[in-house]
């Protein structure tokens, strides 16, 4: 059991690495928006943990890349409860995602990863939307068309990222995976 928790916290370390790779890769290429937000794949970090070890494991992935891209977000936050909106508490949401853990085993594989991608990224896009319009005083209609430009192109990629992953290494989202 303690081997067990260990190789979980090393793979929420190694995974939360990738992630935040991930995230700053996007925002050096140019998929960054002027007001924060990016198109990119750091979601996919949170996904692979929250459907390897469940809920927990993926909402603490997310926290951590959330705290860490704060320390590169320079003067992209307010005060610590727009940062929850913005970044750690928005990146922990996707670890929800890890709710469909129990159902990864089952038949429906590729839409148990399409469901549960859509619940982490709309949880995510509703507390940036929420964020813009309490602290970024924009109204619901800009925050929603704001945040939407770069969510709904990121949900769309990170699935795909993760259909792909799955279609070529499905024991690496499943690791108990049995052949069926």
Same mark, same amino acid.
């Given at each position: 059991? /303690?081997? #067990?928790?260990? +190789?979980?916290?090393?793979?929420?370390?190694? +995974?939360?690495?990738?992630?935040?790779?991930?995230? $700053? =890769?996007?925002?050096?290429?140019?998929?960054?928006?002027?007001?924060?937000?990016?198109?990119?794949?750091?979601?996919?970090?949170?996904?692979?943990?929250?459907? /390897? /070890?469940?809920?927990?494991?993926? =909402?603490?992935?997310?926290?951590?890349?959330?705290?860490?891209? &704060?320390?590169?977000?320079?003067?992209?936050? =307010?005060?610590?409860?727009? %940062?929850?909106?913005?970044?750690?508490? %928005?990146?922990?949401?996707?670890?929800?995602?890890?709710?469909?853990?129990?159902?990864?085993?089952? *038949? $429906?594989?590729?839409? @148990?990863?399409?469901?549960? @991608?859509?619940?982490?990224?709309?949880?995510?896009?509703?507390?940036?939307?929420?964020?813009?319009?309490?602290?970024?005083?924009?109204?619901? &209609?800009? !925050?929603?068309? $704001?945040?939407? !430009?770069?969510?709904?192109?990121?949900?769309?990629?990170? @699935?795909?990222?993760? &259909?792909?992953?799955? @279609?070529?290494?499905?024991? =690496?989202?499943?690791?108990?995976? *049995? #052949? #069926?």
């Amino acid at each position: 059991m /303690r081997n #067990e928790k260990l +190789l979980n916290f090393t793979e929420v370390g190694v +995974l939360s690495s990738i992630g935040i790779i991930l995230d $700053y =890769l996007s925002s050096l290429f140019g998929v960054a928006w002027p007001n924060g937000g990016s198109i990119g794949v750091a979601m996919v970090a949170i996904l692979i943990m929250a459907y /390897r /070890r469940g809920l927990l494991y993926g =909402l603490l992935t997310g926290l951590i890349i959330g705290l860490l891209q &704060i320390l590169y977000a320079g003067e992209g936050f =307010l005060n610590i409860f727009q %940062a929850f909106f913005d970044y750690y508490g %928005a990146y922990a949401i996707v670890g929800v995602a890890g709710i469909i853990y129990p159902l990864s085993k089952r *038949k $429906y594989k590729i839409a @148990t990863i399409i469901i549960g @991608t859509f619940i982490g990224c709309l949880l995510r896009f509703i507390l940036h939307t929420i964020g813009g319009v309490v602290f970024w005083k924009v109204d619901w &209609i800009g !925050s929603i068309l $704001y945040n939407g !430009s770069y969510m709904l192109p990121s949900f769309i990629l990170t @699935t795909v990222v993760m &259909i792909l992953i799955f @279609t070529i290494q499905p024991q =690496l989202l499943i690791p108990d995976l *049995k #052949e #069926e």
